[in-house]
């Protein structure tokens, strides 16, 4: 049995629906990063509050205080190492996911258009490749922005947890 664009038109209308949703899959990741960059920046803010914090009654303790702000100082700085390569990836990855979106969007209106365009006409093996492809598009960006968002998660717990340290030792 040979089947028509017209048979696949439901198909194409969900790979359309879906994939102009697609652009906005950033706001999956987009709060997350916002959380993780707000998270470091507080966090950097509080240790420089403690660094400048008058000082302690003996200078025994006054040195003790200085190390503590030295050793959070230098966990903050050792996970912003950490997540300094992930910071410069999640930006190509939000483009990445623009492209795909965008792309995606691309393919599947024209797809629309055509399946309507041709509805009697018998598809064959590059309409399907084409209609799977759009699908491609969506899962791709879907990954992208779940696993930056579980990174950026990932950092800001951690973060959050060196903050709590800080609160309780300084």
Known sequence: MNQTWGDFQAIVQLSAGLNVAILSFVDISLPAIKERRRVFAKAQQELDMHRSAPGKLTSAAQ???DC???????????LWKESSDFSNEEDSLIHST????FLGAVLSMFLLWYSAEYYD???????????????CSLIGAFIINFMTASQASVFTKKCNAIRQEMRQNL
């Not at 623009?98 to 979106?101: A, N, Q």
Request: glycine share 12%; net charge negative; no cysteine.
């Open 121 to 135: 006409v018998v598809i064959g093996m590059t309409g399907k490749i084409v209609i799977y492809l759009s699908f």
């Open 63 to 65: 040195l003790e205080h």
């Open 98 to 101: 623009g492209i795909l979106g």
């Open 68 to 78: 503590q702000v030295d050793e959070m100082n230098e966990k903050l700085y050792m």
